[in-house]
């Protein structure tokens, strides 16, 4: 079975790039017809949907962060990346990264997850 584990810095200063990894075990990201995603949650909102990146390599991301948002892989350690540039104290969030069959922008439509890492942009 899939399983995914997400590592980063847990802190992160405004104005400064987070970067999160994203480690696969159990499967490979270019297995076709998966999408892998990374989605976040702030403190009592929902789920948002930041991008994904393909079996094949294509990325797309949410219009609301494309300007500041890079997914990329790793394929040697089966591995994918996000980096958001620019962050704000908004960008707190629990970040999460997800597999699923389609490229969706919908968070319910990814089946494996991640357990979650919380990232706070403070100084």
């Known amino acids: 079975q899939v ?16 970067s999160l990894t994203c480690t696969v075990s159990g499967g490979s990201i270019t ?4 999408y892998w995603s990374w989605i976040r949650q702030p403190p009592g909102k ?6 994904f990146i ?3 390599g294509t990325t797309d991301y949410s219009p609301l962060l494309k300007s500041r948002t890079f997914i990329s892989r790793d ?5 994918f ?17 997800a597999r699923g069959p389609y490229g969706s ?4 439509e990814y089946n494996y997850w991640g ?3 919380q990232v706070t942009v403070s100084s």
């Open 3 to 18: 399983q995914l584990q997400e590592s980063g810095p847990g802190l992160v200063m405004p104005s400064q790039t987070l």
């Open 31 to 34: 297995d076709s017809t998966y």
């Open 46 to 51: 929902g789920l948002e949907w930041i991008g």
């Open 54 to 56: 393909s079996h094949g």
């Open 75 to 79: 394929t040697s350690k089966n591995q």
């Open 81 to 97: 990346t996000l980096q958001l540039r620019s962050v704000i104290p908004e960008d707190t969030a629990v970040y999460f990264c």
């Open 105 to 108: 922008m919908s968070p319910t």
């Open 115 to 117: 357990q979650g890492t």
